[in-house]
């Protein structure tokens, strides 16, 4: 499969490449994950349903692999992921408990 490249590829840095790379593999994770989820929902023979669960369990430990690799690579996604991964409260109002303590994480 090729790239998705948006710009240039010799104007890109390493940098952005590995980051393109992280995250269309985590992409590609998480689309695996949902196709093991429908084939399970949709399976009537109990033990191919328990593989193709345990199939999406893995898929769902890469995912996470490659979340925490961008935590340690890049300080925007460590960021982002400190504002919200393992809050409390509703998800929605995050946000705007960490604006209003002068850490706004949001958009620019």
């Not at 695996?32 to 199939?55: E, F, S």
Request: one cysteine or more.
């Amino acid at each position: 499969m090729a790239e998705a490249w948006h710009a240039p590829y010799e104007k890109l840095t390493r940098e952005t490449i590995t980051l393109h790379q992280c995250i269309r593999s985590l992409m590609e994770e998480l689309e695996a994950v949902d196709w093991y989820r429908q084939r399970a929902d949709d399976c009537t023979d109990p033990q191919l349903r328990a593989i193709l669960l345990h199939n999406m369990r893995e898929e769902m430990e890469h995912a996470c692999m490659e979340l925490e690799w961008l935590r340690r690579n890049n300080s925007d996604f460590a960021k982002q992921m400190e504002t919200y991964l393992f809050s409390e409260g509703e998800i929605t109002e995050v946000e705007e408990r960490a604006q209003a303590e002068g850490g706004s994480h949001g958009p620019a």
